[in-house]
């Protein structure tokens, strides 16, 4: 393969973003930026504002804020609608306002068995990133801690139905409406005016910033912030390559199921 064809496609794959794909319009990248911050911060707080209103009637007597941290049900209906809200958004965006079909942002197909064998080995470089990552952070910032938890929203799970609840929350509906949004719309939009590597950084360091989170002491949790980063390189290089978001969906489901057992171990 030539290094002009490299350019043009990093996989090499017929099913990659094809040149096609790359030339719909979205608009500028500053337009596909800001439409998927506003989607991303309108949904969290319709999201908080529809839980609000449905406590104030039911529960009137307790604060939304330690409702959220520790009834299962409350939080699990906050992510629902949350996702539901970001994944509506984003398809009405696409379809209504940028009249474009839904393969432009990688559900123009059915799943095939190789988005499964390449979601294998996504997980497997991602978590070789996260060992290569971690090495290098012990050697040059040691002060920084590496092993500080996420906070997940789920404080208390005191039945199998709330653990049911949390793992559909934490798992499973993420990895439909983050990617949908993030590596869907946002990079698909950025990819269109820009090339491969710009468009994957620009994606990855907005996907940090908004998992960076707050440790225990209230500052930064830088340390998630990094971790996905990198999972949004291998996240978007999936999407580029196989020019759908089966791949990543299926990479960001096994990472938060890992997490989920190491958080509720």
């Not at 929203?153 to 005191?158: E, T």
């Amino acid at each position: 393969m030539s290094a002009a064809s490299f350019r043009k496609n990093p996989s090499g794959d017929a099913e990659g973003v094809t040149r096609k794909e790359r030339h719909k319009d979205f608009g500028n990248p500053w337009l596909v930026v800001s439409i998927a911050l506003a989607a991303f911060f309108i949904s969290q707080f319709a999201a908080a504002l529809v839980i609000g209103i449905g406590l104030a009637f039911l529960r009137p007597e307790a604060s939304i804020s330690e409702l959220l941290d520790q009834s299962a049900p409350t939080q699990f209906f906050y992510v629902l609608i949350a996702e539901g809200l970001v994944l509506a958004l984003t398809i009405s965006v696409v379809k209504q306002w940028r009249k474009l079909g839904l393969s432009s942002i990688g559900l123009g197909r059915l799943p095939k068995w190789r988005d499964f064998t390449r979601a294998l080995g996504g997980t497997a470089v991602f978590y070789g990133l996260l060992i290569i990552s971690s090495i290098l952070i012990t050697f040059f910032v040691p002060d920084l801690d590496t092993d500080e938890l996420q906070d997940v929203g789920f404080d208390a799970l005191n039945s199998s139905l709330d653990t049911l609840l949390a793992f559909t929350a934490l798992v499973l509906l993420p990895p439909i409406g983050e990617e949908t949004l993030m590596r869907g719309y946002l990079y698909s939009g950025l990819r269109s005016r820009m090339r491969f590597v710009p468009a994957m950084l620009i994606t990855s360091v907005l996907f940090g910033v908004a998992h960076l989170g707050a440790s225990s002491s209230g500052a930064p949790l830088w340390i998630a912030g990094i971790n996905t980063f990198l999972l949004s390189l291998v996240l978007v290089y999936l999407r580029e390559r196989t020019g759908a978001l089966y791949a990543p969906m299926l990479v960001h489901a096994a990472n938060n199921l890992i997490a989920f057992g190491v958080h509720f171990r």
